[in-house]
Every structure is written in structure tokens, then in C-alpha cells.
């Protein structure tokens, strides 16, 4: 991680250290590298949503996928899921459990432009296919349905919100999603 590798050194340059990053710098410099880390994780910027915390950013990648083209929110089983865009329930899956291979259970909103919007991992869905659907309407309820984990060891309840266009290519959530 040449970046991190740059901080350390910038941070050892700033105590009067000067020679380069390696394994004995490492040892002699262990608690300086320490309290770096520390300080960049506690000024990592987090996000949220009126959903909850995003979890995995697009293009991240978690215990199922190396590249994740969606973003995760995490909250507690059972916090309402609303649509971010207006369209029609053109799916619900739904009697998914905990653990099956899948993405649990799960609603489509297809937009006026033809882009498929997947909110999975639900509790519960609250619309029906055919239904006509608001930006800000509630659709649902968040859940750890299907393939779901916490690294931080919570239940991995979250909402996994991905969007396909209508040539099948993945868009950024990040154009429908208010943080």
C-alpha cells in the first residue's frame, strides 16, 4: 500500500526519523505506525443515508464479490426501506432465510429510463409487482436475507441497493442515492 507507505514516512520524516520504510523501521517505529493507523481510521469519512450507514461503497468488495457494483447500508432488521427513484415493482422475491445462496429477498423498481433498481437482503416487502411506486415511498423493510455477514460481528442486517440501465450495464447508485 504504497499511500499508507507514504503516510508513515511523512509522519516518521515529522519526529526526526529519516531513513525509508522496511521491516526494521517497522520495529523500531511500531508504535508511531500504530497511531497513524489509529488516526487514519478515525478520520475515515463515514456515510449515511436516511436508510443508514453505507457499509461498501460501488466498486468495493465484500465476502461474495470481488467487485460490488452496488452499495450496502447497514441498520437494524426491520428499518423502512424507501424507493429512490419513481417506477414500477416490476419483481418481489420474497420467503427468502438467512444463509440461502441468493440475495435474499428482494424488490425491482423499473424507472421511466429503463433502469432496474434492486434493493435486496430485505425483511419484508410492502409492494406488489405491477404497483406504481414514488421516489420516498417506502417499499420495504431491511433485512439479512440471503448471503449476509458482518465483519464488525453484528447480524448483517442491510440493504444491498444496485442498479442496472436498460443495456444491462451497472450505473452508480450515487446518481439516485441521497447521503
Do not use: C
Amino acid at each position: 500500500m504504497s499511500s499508507f507507505r507514504e503516510l508513515i514516512q511523512s509522519k516518521a520524516k515529522n519526529v526526526g526519523a529519516t531513513e525509508s520504510f522496511n521491516t526494521k523501521s517497522s520495529q523500531k517505529y511500531g508504535g508511531l505506525i500504530k497511531i497513524v493507523t489509529n488516526y487514519a481510521d478515525k478520520n475515515k469519512q463515514e456515510k449515511w443515508t436516511p436508510e443508514g450507514k453505507i457499509t461498501t461503497e460501488p466498486g468495493g468488495d465484500t465476502k461474495f464479490q470481488n467487485f460490488h457494483p452496488g452499495i450496502d447500508i447497514a441498520n437494524k432488521i426491520g428499518s423502512p426501506v424507501k424507493a429512490y427513484a419513481d417506477g414500477i415493482v416490476t419483481r418481489v422475491v420474497d420467503g427468502m432465510k438467512k444463509g440461502m445462496a441468493s440475495a435474499g429477498n428482494y424488490i425491482v423498481v423499473e424507472d421511466g429510463a429503463g433502469n432496474k433498481h434492486k434493493y435486496s437482503h430485505l425483511d419484508k416487502a410492502s409492494v406488489n409487482p405491477g404497483q406504481n411506486v414514488s421516489s420516498g415511498q417506502r417499499i420495504g423493510t431491511i433485512g439479512n436475507t440471503g448471503n449476509t455477514y458482518s465483519p464488525s460481528g453484528g447480524d448483517g442486517a442491510h440493504l444491498d441497493y444496485t442498479i442496472v440501465n436498460a443495456f444491462g450495464k451497472y450505473v452508480n447508485p450515487y446518481e439516485f442515492l441521497k447521503t
